[in-house]
């Protein structure tokens, strides 16, 4: 059997909700990582300083005793964001992102960014501030093909918001192609991504493997072979521009399993488990401490976690369905097996 001993990791891209919701997702969270960026798409958004602090108390309320965690705290880059909050939000000293959602892209994004030229004056403030820009990067051209959304933003967003303020720093998140990995590679090195466990693990085959697989689907789309296989490289190559971040998002299993399903996919119950399986198939298991636990933190300017984590590779089912708040919640494998799980 391996085992496998590491510095306590942080998730560097995490989905909490709020409400009811956050006994769950917290919970999970906190059992594996000392740390999370925490998305801030909830209904309304979180777009300034005051809303992520009260967002922050919530999440630590709600959790376990016994667990120690940390939220790194964003805000929603809206249209109508100030400059100045920049300000207000770097000196409070627990907001360490400003998300960008292109209008439409995904899950509450009805609140982002439709003209980029619009949070010009925002960006210009935060590459002054070294303020990180968080991107969902994906276009919402309804002409351009869902699988190609990562790719045409490349070319018709990222790279000449980067020409036009090229000190911003910036974390592509959720790369899922290998033009994004080229990208970030070819880049400054205040250019990094985040990649989740489940692109190491899925291609878009699954997404119809025996019919359609509602629980599979998130955004960006799960995209084909070599794709995987060139995020996996790059997970695994020790290279510090990329890091984890789950991206790990739960919907209750009524949104996901409906005529038109929420993008999502929720991994918490068992993240550094399934990045240790990818790095594992990769034979990279010793490469895994350092895109987990300190490449991320390295960007982000925090100190390395001083706890240490270990894994064990035994088989453990995942059950069908867990609580989430008063309803259910299918996790990533439900039913089926995970390689690694926690050593006490
Ligand atoms: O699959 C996704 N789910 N992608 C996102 O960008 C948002 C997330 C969510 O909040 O559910
Ligand atoms: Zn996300």
């Given at each position: 059997?391996?085992?496998?001993?590491?510095?306590?990791?942080?998730?560097?891209?995490?989905?909490?909700?709020?409400?009811?919701?956050?006994?769950?997702s917290?919970?999970?969270?906190?059992?594996?990582?000392?740390?999370?960026?925490?998305?801030?798409?909830?209904?309304?958004?979180?777009?300034?300083?005051?809303q992520?602090?009260?967002?922050r108390?919530?999440?630590?309320?709600?959790?376990?005793?016994?667990?120690?965690f940390?939220?790194?705290?964003?805000?929603?880059?809206?249209?109508t964001?100030?400059?100045?909050?920049?300000?207000?939000?770097?000196?409070?000293?627990?907001?360490?992102?400003?998300?960008?959602?292109?209008?439409?892209?995904?899950?509450?994004?009805?609140?982002?960014?439709?003209?980029?030229?619009?949070?010009?004056?925002?960006?210009?403030?935060?590459?002054?501030?070294?303020?990180?820009?968080?991107?969902?990067?994906?276009?919402v051209?309804?002409?351009v093909?869902?699988?190609?959304?990562?790719?045409?933003?490349?070319?018709?967003?990222?790279?000449?918001?980067m020409?036009?303020f090229?000190?911003?720093?910036?974390?592509?998140?959720?790369?899922?192609?290998?033009?994004a990995?080229?990208?970030?590679?070819?880049?400054?090195?205040?250019?990094?991504?985040?990649?989740?466990?489940?692109?190491?693990?899925?291609?878009?085959?699954?997404?119809?493997?025996?019919?359609?697989?509602?629980?599979?689907?998130?955004?960006?789309?799960?995209?084909?072979?070599?794709?995987?296989?060139?995020?996996?490289?790059?997970?695994?190559?020790?290279?510090?521009?990329?890091?984890?971040?789950?991206d790990?998002?739960?919907?209750?299993?009524?949104?996901?399993?409906?005529?038109?399903?929420?993008?999502?996919?929720?991994?918490?119950?068992?993240?550094?488990?399934?990045?240790?399986?990818?790095?594992a198939?990769?034979n990279?298991?010793?490469?895994?401490?350092?895109?987990?636990?300190?490449?991320g933190?390295?960007?982000?300017?925090?100190?390395?976690n001083?706890?240490?984590?270990a894994?064990?590779?035994?088989?453990?089912?995942?059950?069908?369905?867990?609580?989430?708040?008063?309803?259910?919640?299918?996790?990533?494998?439900?039913?089926?097996?995970l390689?690694?799980?926690?050593?006490?």
């Amino acid at each position: 059997m391996q085992k496998l001993t590491i510095r306590c990791p942080d998730d560097m891209h995490l989905h909490l909700r709020d409400g009811a919701n956050l006994k769950r997702s917290v919970a999970d969270s906190a059992y594996r990582f000392a740390r999370a960026i925490v998305m801030p798409n909830l209904v309304p958004p979180i777009s300034n300083t005051a809303q992520a602090l009260g967002y922050r108390e919530r999440i630590l309320s709600a959790l376990p005793a016994d667990l120690d965690f940390e939220p790194l705290m964003t805000l929603y880059l809206t249209e109508t964001l100030s400059p100045d909050e920049i300000v207000v939000a770097q000196q409070s000293g627990f907001i360490h992102g400003i998300k960008l959602y292109p209008a439409g892209a995904t899950t509450n994004a009805e609140f982002g960014v439709s003209r980029m030229e619009r949070v010009y004056p925002v960006l210009e403030r935060m590459e002054k501030l070294a303020m990180p820009l968080l991107v969902h990067g994906e276009v919402v051209d309804p002409e351009v093909d869902a699988f190609d959304r990562e790719a045409v933003f490349i070319e018709r967003e990222l790279a000449p918001l980067m020409a036009r303020f090229p000190g911003l720093r910036i974390v592509f998140e959720h790369i899922t192609t290998r033009e994004a990995v080229d990208f970030v590679r070819g880049g400054p090195a205040h250019l990094v991504a985040t990649v989740t466990a489940h692109h190491l693990l899925l291609n878009r085959n699954a997404l119809f493997a025996g019919g359609m697989r509602p629980h599979h689907y998130c955004l960006p789309l799960l995209k084909r072979e070599s794709h995987r296989q060139a995020l996996l490289e790059a997970a695994t190559s020790g290279d510090p521009k990329f890091f984890l971040g789950t991206d790990s998002a739960p919907h209750t299993r009524h949104a996901k399993e409906s005529a038109c399903g929420c993008a999502g996919i929720y991994t918490a119950h068992a993240a550094i488990e399934l990045y240790a399986e990818a790095f594992a198939s990769a034979n990279a298991l010793s490469r895994l401490e350092v895109f987990a636990s300190q490449y991320g933190a390295d960007f982000y300017g925090l100190p390395y976690n001083s706890e240490s984590m270990a894994l064990e590779e035994i088989a453990v089912e995942v059950p069908s369905s867990l609580f989430f708040g008063e309803e259910a919640l299918v996790p990533f494998r439900a039913g089926e097996q995970l390689a690694w799980r926690l050593s006490s």
